[in-house]
């Protein structure tokens, strides 16, 4: 019965030859056009996950909690000096927040006017007593400096500091950091080329500026388009067009780089379609080198690539009916289906070439071919599409939908070959074969190997028993991070920043129901091993407050009047050469003091080239001498006014980003540098959610979107298999003979399991869905020979089905093999899997499953 509707279904494409063809080519205009218009892509990584799954839920209600954190792009600024970071994160957030079209909020969180008032009072008293003592031990100098802000009363100040090492009154080492930044200033200077100097390290001996960070951030939430490839090029884009107009970038002072969530994925979408034109086309030209010599003539070769191209268009305005959007993973479908489907036209392609030598006329040669090829094709088309089915109902959506697009690409692609192929093939009038078709290479070497068969399966039962061994050992690389290129602007960022513990973006988040429930919270996570560091509101409000306040009170006593703002004459070229002049004065009694290689015996060098320098010069040197000085005397003063504060004189841009408008407060815990591989972040996430089951954030997503995919995937795969072997029982009717297609299957799935560990290869997120293409592959393959043995073949590998299989499985690896060679690490390694995975499988079809059919009886 279905061998005479499948020739029955040839049949009707030969003798309706053109008009099929012409309706086919029109159904793929107008299916094509569809998805070009209808066809989106959702590049938003959330929607590739169940909105159902409980750690989906708490990412949606913490996003509802705190809208102004989520979709971060993060610039992050360092400079020559702090203050050249603060001045291009504070012209650039001023630029940005100027720009409503590319952005939607911009901040800066290390720039609250509390912290430059409170920020003494976050210092331990161990610290904050030595650092005041420091400044106040200063005085004369600062005291200089407040009364003259230039370089003529910073030369003055150095004066006295002179005197102070002559007289045995001033110890030099705290400050040795800071005369080695002033020295290198003025050294700079007197060679023409200015640079800033930084009061931030020169006062305090430099512990400020260190206890402040390397980086400087501007947090900003862009005005995204996830229709786009790179949702947030636009926004990124003028970024560095702001940045570069800035005085300290231009100057190549300072760098402003762009990282986190939404810079991480513009990144990886980038390069993904970095060369991704050239592979194509080069892929396309290796398809089509295959084809020739599988088919050898134009006349047979157009035809397999026209109804590939009819095909992927059906195919494509599927999912724009079914779908409207393609994730990031069902992105995958058009070379998943130009893989697998062109093996089915390629398998019906040389069987008719077999049937045309038999047969010289084409009409029943088409005939003979789909009686003879039409059922196999049928359930290896079948039984992929189940393959891929199975996905459907899991919870990880990017792949569902892969697995409906591809699945039923798989069923059109069989009609496609069932009826259009054979009625271009009646257009193209192909001439009939001279010779047989097949390989008679091969067959001297299948009757070799049957000599040795038994060796040989020992030698598979050997592999497969390895295979087994190794199954339980393979590894999964969780952290998604490990998949983007390493050499991109935005994952070097992160890498820097996960470096420094200041700014370590390992981090789970907590809702507490109040601000004490939060204390409470972070009370227990300070106590876990794998926590380095818990905040949440009230770690805003110092502690031990009476006792640094003391201090501080002590200390701006001494210095008040001496830090008092005083208006300064304007200063001239002269006058700076006569500050000069009475510095190197006040220095020489010192240095006598001092090694030749101290920094102060390089200052009084310096000074001296610049005695005689030209005006230009020296007012040059004035203005990196004290650019940032007002400003850091003001910083003083205004540190030194420090308050007692309470969680109710806690600013609004703090209390925003961590408290609710309906009262919860975030809590968020860091992780220990053990956290950042993936056993140390699944040890992370558990210890905490032992404490707070409902905790989200970075951490938890990467640890939960892991176990979510491998539980797809041994789902899907365990589905796959059970629906293929209920396919091959309902068709071979004999479970001896579905046994036969399986068992091929299973060794190539363990002779891959060999392979990865030989070759080194971790499972990954974009290289595990390799597997179910596995299934396809396999199964098509296998089908084919045992559909063969079942109507009486002996031999094999010299036939018209094993040059089939042979350039089938040449045109799927050019095609996965073009993704081996692409620059997005993820996507390479998705390419070396399948590789490797086809391998095994040719091995297994071409080399075990030929013995086994020569030891079972029909």
């Given at each position: 019965?279905?061998?005479?509707?499948?020739?029955?279904?040839?049949?009707?494409?030969?003798?309706?030859?053109?008009?099929?063809?012409?309706?086919?080519?029109?159904?793929?205009?107008?299916?094509?056009?569809?998805?070009?218009?209808?066809?989106?892509?959702?590049?938003?990584?959330?929607?590739?996950?169940?909105?159902?799954?409980?750690?989906?839920?708490?990412?949606?209600?913490?996003?509802?909690?705190?809208?102004?954190?989520?979709?971060?792009?993060?610039?992050?600024?360092?400079?020559?000096?702090?203050?050249?970071?603060?001045?291009?994160?504070?012209?650039?957030?001023?630029?940005?927040?100027?720009?409503?079209?590319?952005?939607?909020?911009?901040?800066?969180?290390?720039?609250?006017?509390?912290?430059?008032?409170?920020?003494?009072?976050?210092?331990?008293?161990?610290?904050l007593g030595p650092l005041l003592d420091q400044i106040v031990d200063a005085q004369p100098f600062l005291g200089q400096l407040a009364a003259d802000p230039s370089a003529r009363g910073l030369f003055s100040a150095l004066a006295l500091i002179g005197v102070g090492v002559a007289q045995g009154e001033a110890d030099l080492a705290p400050y040795l950091p800071a005369l080695e930044s002033f020295d290198a200033t003025l050294a700079a200077s007197a060679d023409g080329h200015p640079t800033p100097l930084s009061w931030q390290r020169l006062i305090g001996g430099g512990k400020l500026a260190d206890l402040a960070g390397r980086y400087?951030?501007?947090?900003?939430?862009?005005?995204?388009?996830?229709?786009?490839?790179?949702?947030?090029?636009?926004?990124?884009?003028?970024?560095?067009?702001?940045?570069?107009?800035?005085?300290?970038?231009?100057?190549?002072?300072?760098?402003?780089?762009?990282?986190?969530?939404?810079?991480?994925?513009?990144?990886?979408?980038?390069?993904?379609?970095?060369?991704?034109?050239?592979?194509?086309?080069?892929?396309?030209?290796?398809?089509?080198?295959?084809?020739?010599?599988?088919?050898?003539?134009?006349?047979?070769?157009?035809?397999?690539?026209?109804?590939?191209?009819?095909?992927?268009?059906?195919?494509?305005?599927?999912?724009?009916?079914?779908?409207?959007?393609?994730?990031?993973?069902?992105?995958?479908?058009?070379?998943?289906?130009?893989?697998?489907?062109?093996?089915?036209?390629?398998?019906?392609?040389?069987?008719?070439?077999?049937?045309?030598?038999?047969?010289?006329?084409?009409?029943?040669?088409?005939?003979?071919?789909?009686?003879?090829?039409?059922?196999?094709?049928?359930?290896?088309?079948?039984?992929?599409?189940?393959?891929?089915?199975?996905?459907?109902?899991?919870?990880?959506?990017?792949?569902?939908?892969?697995?409906?697009?591809?699945?039923?690409?798989?069923?059109?692609?069989?009609?496609?070959?069932?009826?259009?192929?054979?009625?271009?093939?009646?257009?193209?009038?192909?001439?009939?074969?001279?010779?047989p078709v097949g390989f008679s290479t091969l067959d001297a070497l299948e009757r070799r190997l049957d000599r040795i068969k038994g060796p040989v399966l020992t030698a598979f039962a050997a592999l497969a028993l390895l295979g087994l061994f190794l199954l339980p050992h393979l590894r999964f690389d969780s952290d998604p991070l490990h998949t983007k290129n390493p050499h991109g602007e935005?994952?070097?960022?992160?890498?820097?920043?996960?470096?420094?513990?200041?700014?370590?973006?390992?981090?789970?988040?907590?809702?507490?129901?109040?601000?004490?429930?939060?204390?409470?919270?972070?009370?227990?996570?300070?106590?876990?091993?794998?926590?380095?560091?818990?905040?949440?509101?009230?770690?805003?409000?110092?502690?031990?407050?009476?006792?640094?306040?003391?201090?501080?009170?002590?200390?701006?006593?001494?210095?008040?009047?001496?830090?008092?703002?005083?208006?300064?004459?304007?200063?001239?070229?002269?006058?700076?050469?006569?500050?000069?002049?009475?510095?190197?004065?006040?220095?020489?009694?010192?240095?006598?003091?001092?090694?030749?290689?101290?920094?102060?015996?390089?200052?009084?060098?310096?000074?001296?080239?610049?005695?005689?320098?030209?005006?230009?010069?020296?007012?040059?040197?004035?203005?990196?001498?004290?650019?940032?000085?007002?400003?850091?005397?003001?910083?003083?003063?205004?540190?030194?006014?420090?308050?007692?504060?309470?969680?109710?004189?806690?600013?609004?841009?703090?209390?925003?980003?961590?408290?609710?408008?309906?009262?919860?407060?975030?809590?968020?815990?860091?992780?220990?540098?053990?956290?950042?591989?993936?056993?140390?972040?699944?040890?992370?996430?558990?210890?905490?959610?032992?404490?707070?089951?409902?905790?989200?954030?970075?951490?938890?997503?990467?640890?939960?979107?892991?176990?979510?995919?491998?539980?797809?995937?041994?789902?899907?795969?365990?589905?796959?298999?059970?629906?293929?072997?209920?396919?091959?029982?309902?068709?071979?009717?004999?479970?001896?003979?579905?046994?036969?297609?399986?068992?091929?299957?299973?060794?190539?799935?363990?002779?891959?399991?060999?392979?990865?560990?030989?070759?080194?290869?971790?499972?990954?997120?974009?290289?595990?869905?390799?597997?179910?293409?596995?299934?396809?592959?396999?199964?098509?393959?296998?089908?084919?020979?045992?559909?063969?043995?079942?109507?009486?073949?002996?031999?094999?590998?010299?036939?018209?089905?094993?040059?089939?299989?042979?350039?089938?499985?040449?045109?799927?690896?050019?095609?996965?093999?073009?993704?081996?060679?692409?620059?997005?690490?993820?996507?390479?390694?998705?390419?070396?899997?399948?590789?490797?995975?086809?391998?095994?499988?040719?091995?297994?079809?071409?080399?075990?499953?030929?013995?086994?059919?020569?030891?079972?009886?029909?």
């Open positions: 019965m279905l061998a005479r509707l499948l020739v029955g279904a040839v049949d009707l494409g030969r003798r309706h030859a053109l008009l099929i063809t012409a309706l086919a080519l029109a159904l793929a205009a107008l299916a094509g056009g569809f998805a070009v218009r209808h066809l989106g892509v959702d590049t938003d990584t959330d929607h590739m996950f169940a909105e159902s799954l409980p750690w989906r839920q708490n990412e949606i209600a913490f996003a509802r909690a705190f809208p102004t954190l989520a979709d971060p792009l993060v610039v992050v600024i360092d400079a020559a000096t702090p203050e050249e970071a603060d001045a291009t994160a504070a012209a650039l957030a001023a630029a940005l927040a100027a720009d409503p079209a590319h952005f939607r909020s911009v901040k800066r969180p290390d720039a609250s006017p509390y912290f430059a008032r409170e920020g003494l009072l976050f210092l331990d008293t161990a610290t400087r951030f501007v947090l900003v939430q862009p005005v995204l388009d996830h229709a786009a490839l790179a949702p947030g090029k636009a926004a990124s884009d003028a970024i560095r067009a702001a940045a570069a107009r800035l005085p300290f970038v231009a100057a190549g002072r300072a760098h402003v780089r762009l990282t986190g969530e939404v810079a991480l994925d513009d990144e990886e979408f980038s390069s993904l379609a970095q060369g991704m034109l050239i592979d194509t086309i080069g892929s396309l030209a290796l398809i089509t080198l295959w084809l020739m010599l599988a088919v050898r003539g134009p006349r047979l070769i157009l035809p397999i690539l026209t109804t590939l191209g009819l095909g992927l268009a059906l195919t494509s305005g599927f999912a724009a009916l079914a779908v409207g959007t393609l994730n990031l993973v069902s992105l995958a479908f058009a070379i998943l289906f130009v893989g697998i489907a062109v093996d089915f036209a390629i398998q019906f392609t040389v069987r008719f070439r077999e049937a045309h030598h038999d047969i010289p006329e084409p009409g029943a040669a088409l005939a003979a071919t789909a009686r003879i090829a039409g059922g196999p094709i049928l359930i290896a088309a079948a039984a992929t599409a189940a393959g891929f089915y199975a996905f459907v109902p899991t919870a990880f959506a990017g792949v569902a939908e892969l697995g409906l697009i591809a699945g039923s690409g798989m069923i059109i692609a069989f009609f496609c070959t069932i009826l259009f192929l054979p009625a271009f093939l009646t257009l193209a009038r192909p001439r009939g074969e001279p010779a935005a994952m070097r960022t992160l890498h820097d920043l996960m470096d420094d513990p200041l700014t370590n973006p390992t981090s789970i988040d907590i809702l507490a129901p109040d601000a004490d429930a939060a204390d409470q919270l972070a009370a227990k996570l300070d106590h876990v091993p794998e926590v380095a560091d818990v905040l949440t509101l009230d770690r805003f409000v110092p502690t031990d407050q009476p006792k640094k306040l003391a201090l501080i009170e002590d200390a701006a006593s001494l210095l008040a009047t001496t830090l008092a703002p005083r208006e300064a004459a304007p200063v001239t070229a002269d006058q700076i050469r006569l500050a000069i002049a009475t510095a190197r004065s006040g220095l020489a009694p010192a240095l006598a003091k001092l090694p030749p290689d101290h920094p102060l015996a390089r200052i009084n060098a310096d000074l001296a080239r610049l005695a005689d320098a030209p005006d230009d010069r020296i007012l040059a040197m004035n203005a990196a001498l004290t650019q940032f000085l007002p400003e850091e005397l003001a910083r003083l003063r205004a540190a030194l006014a420090a308050k007692p504060v309470t969680r109710a004189d806690l600013p609004p841009e703090i209390i925003e980003d961590w408290r609710a408008q309906d009262g919860r407060v975030r809590v968020e815990a860091l992780a220990t540098p053990a956290g950042h591989d993936s056993a140390g972040l699944a040890a992370f996430v558990a210890a905490v959610r032992a404490l707070a089951p409902t905790a989200g954030g970075m951490a938890v997503i990467i640890v939960e979107t892991s176990k979510t995919i491998v539980t797809a995937f041994t789902h899907a795969m365990i589905g796959a298999l059970v629906a293929i072997a209920v396919i091959l029982l309902a068709a071979l009717r004999r479970p001896r003979d579905a046994a036969l297609v399986l068992a091929p299957l299973l060794l190539s799935a363990l002779l891959t399991v060999v392979g990865i560990r030989l070759a080194g290869i971790t499972l990954n997120f974009a290289n595990i869905i390799a597997l179910p293409l596995l299934l396809g592959v396999g199964v098509s393959f296998n089908i084919y020979f045992v559909m063969n043995w079942r109507a009486g073949a002996s031999r094999f590998l010299g036939t018209a089905t094993a040059r089939a299989i042979l350039f089938s499985a040449a045109t799927t690896g050019t095609a996965f093999g073009s993704l081996a060679l692409s620059h997005h690490p993820g996507t390479a390694s998705l390419g070396a899997l399948l590789l490797l995975s086809l391998t095994a499988t040719l091995i297994a079809t071409l080399v075990f499953e030929p013995l086994m059919l020569a030891i079972t009886r029909r």
